[in-house]
């Protein structure tokens, strides 16, 4: 069973940076397509990005194109998120989430969940 934490998470200034990390304490996070979402107060959970299996292939929020990469350490199973010229948008929840299915964005084929980090970024 996959068991996420996330880690990280803080505070940053506008147009700063931060790197946030999810580890699996579990089974290996090796055979899951990783993904990140993000919640803010009132607003529905949305897509962040996504790195299949063996990390050379990864997808984008059009929020975030350009701004975030993903990343993933098979060997220490760990998934990374950074987050590059941060706004006050960005200030949410972070979950990591794990899903069975290769290349996948879709929330709900996601089915293993962080409890999530908070990113908050000041103007």
């Known amino acids: 069973q996959v068991r996420l934490k996330e880690s990280g998470g803080g505070l940053v200034q506008a147009g700063g940076s931060l790197k946030i990390s999810c580890a699996d304490s579990g089974r290996a996070v090796k055979g899951y397509t990783m993904g990140w979402f993000r919640q803010a107060p009132g607003k529905e959970r949305e897509f962040v990005a996504a790195i299949n299996r063996t990390g050379d292939s990864t997808s984008y929020g059009d929020s975030v194109k350009g701004r975030f990469t993903s990343s993933r350490e098979n060997d220490k199973k760990t998934v990374h998120l950074r987050m590059d010229s941060l706004t006050p948008e960005a200030t949410a929840v972070y979950y990591c989430?794990?899903?069975?299915?290769?290349?996948?964005?879709?929330?709900?084929?996601?089915?293993?969940w962080g409890p999530g980090t908070q990113v908050t970024v000041a103007s």
């Open positions: 989430a794990a899903s069975g299915l290769d290349g996948t964005s879709c929330r709900s084929d996601f089915g293993s």
